[in-house]
């Protein structure tokens, strides 16, 4: 990958890309907005035009449920190997040397590192901490979204414990976070802590998008939860739920129609959960994550997101919403259709954000992939890929490839077709 220091190009027109449809077509855009989409043409080089020729064009990724805060402190915390609980602590003992710069490089490392492979909105969590300065996350988060907001939409979560007071909840939304978060399964009384969460949101009038039921054995509160917001205004949405897909059938259906019924969006996160849940279980190990088919099938808003990287609770991942898509179609047996369209319009969808995809009408946030189908850029995550954000092209990655020769092969097709794969 190349590191991009030139400014947005905005684009008028993109010429011969592929849709997963397998059509190859031409779309004009009208600013940050798609005008029309229309078969491929045989169209003169121009300035503001961009080839896609060999590329599939999609919706860009939009990342519902990240931790910008946390990402790529592994190496600095060196963790133990272990449960949801194992992996708070050691955050907590880490966050208490952390300053503002430090959460902010790394954040803004991972931000543009996440825009680069296609993500243009990331929705973060970020944690109002324990101690003097709480908000030194906040601060950093709400700096880095200042930073990028010409390249990145960024939207913060004030996460909160059960021990983080409400004053402190209340400065931390005072201070610039978008959405209010929390995670109530974890408190003495998941309950009352779910309770005390939704007076404040709904006193504040603020969206919502708690962790909810992280745990193959934890408590279930996601009902409860549709249940004391249906009918409000504000969005809200639940990440994990994976407590959801142990319950059995009858118990499972009937939160889901809860959830539905309210219109909570539910977020699965299926990397970090599958690395953190089933430790306890050497014999038919237990998966950790939300039950997609289900969801899907009642009609709930549906979206995944990458979670962590390299952090306490996950050592591994990119954040990259095709890694996610990947584990969707194998951990949850997601169709590949369905598995991009949850990392990509449906967390949109979930998170408030306008319609976005190769549609007239629709705003320009889109993703070119080297690759002749959505199955194969799933499945191979190209590198060579072109993002735009409202119509501007605000980075490219291009790839560099060459395999030595056998001594004895005759010369045959190359195994890149069209790139020029020779040996310096």
Not at 117 to 146: F, N, S
Not at 388 to 398: E, K
Request: proline share 6%; charged share 20%; with cysteine.
């Amino acid at each position: 990958m190349q590191s991009n220091e030139r400014g947005p190009r905005q684009l008028r027109r993109l010429i011969g890309a592929t849709l997963p449809d397998g059509r190859r077509v031409d779309v004009e855009l009208d600013g940050a907005t798609v005008a029309t989409v229309t078969p491929a043409a045989v169209w003169e080089p121009e300035p503001d035009a961009l080839d896609l020729t060999g590329f599939v064009l999609l919706p860009a990724a939009a990342e519902p449920h990240a931790h910008l805060d946390k990402a790529l402190s592994w190496d600095a915390i060196r963790p133990p190997m272990g449960d949801l609980r194992a992996a708070i602590t050691a955050w907590r003992a880490y966050a208490a040397t952390m300053t503002v710069e430090d959460v902010a490089a790394r954040a803004r490392r991972q931000a543009l590192r996440m825009l680069s492979q296609g993500t243009t909105a990331i929705r973060t969590h970020v944690d109002v901490l324990l101690g003097d300065e709480p908000l030194r996350g906040i601060e950093a988060l709400v700096q880095v979204r200042e930073e990028l907001a010409a390249l990145i939409d960024i939207e913060i979560v004030a996460l909160a414990g059960p021990d983080i007071a409400d004053a402190a909840i209340e400065a931390a939304l005072d201070a610039g976070a978008d959405v209010l978060g929390g995670a109530s399964h974890l408190a003495d009384d998941p309950l009352a802590d779910l309770n005390r969460l939704l007076d404040i949101a709904e006193r504040r009038g603020v969206p919502i998008d708690l962790h909810t039921d992280e745990g193959l054995s934890a408590a279930v509160t996601l009902d409860a939860y549709a249940r004391r917001t249906a009918g409000w205004a504000q969005n809200r949405s639940a990440g994990h739920c994976v407590r959801l897909g142990t319950l059995h059938r009858p118990r499972r259906d009937a939160v889901i129609t809860d959830a539905v019924a309210s219109g909570i969006g539910i977020i699965a996160n299926p990397i970090t959960n599958l690395y953190l849940q089933g430790w306890d279980d050497d014999i038919a190990m237990p998966r950790g994550i939300a039950p997609a088919r289900a969801l899907l099938q009642a009609g709930a808003r549906f979206a995944a997101g990458a979670d962590n990287v390299r952090d306490p609770f996950n050592p591994l991942g990119r954040g990259d919403a095709l890694e996610t898509a990947m584990l969707l179609v194998a951990a949850s047996h997601l169709t590949v259709d369905e598995a991009y369209a949850a990392v990509s319009t449906g967390a949109r969808e979930v998170m408030g954000l306008p319609v976005a995809g190769v549609v007239p009408g629709a705003q320009a946030d889109l993703l070119a992939l080297r690759a002749d189908s959505l199955v194969q850029a799933v499945a191979e995550a190209p590198a060579e890929r072109l993002v735009l954000r409202r119509g501007a092209l605000v980075a490219a990655s291009t790839l560099d490839s060459w395999v030595a020769q056998p001594r004895c092969a005759a010369s045959g097709p190359s195994l890149f077709p069209g790139r020029n794969i020779d040996a310096p």
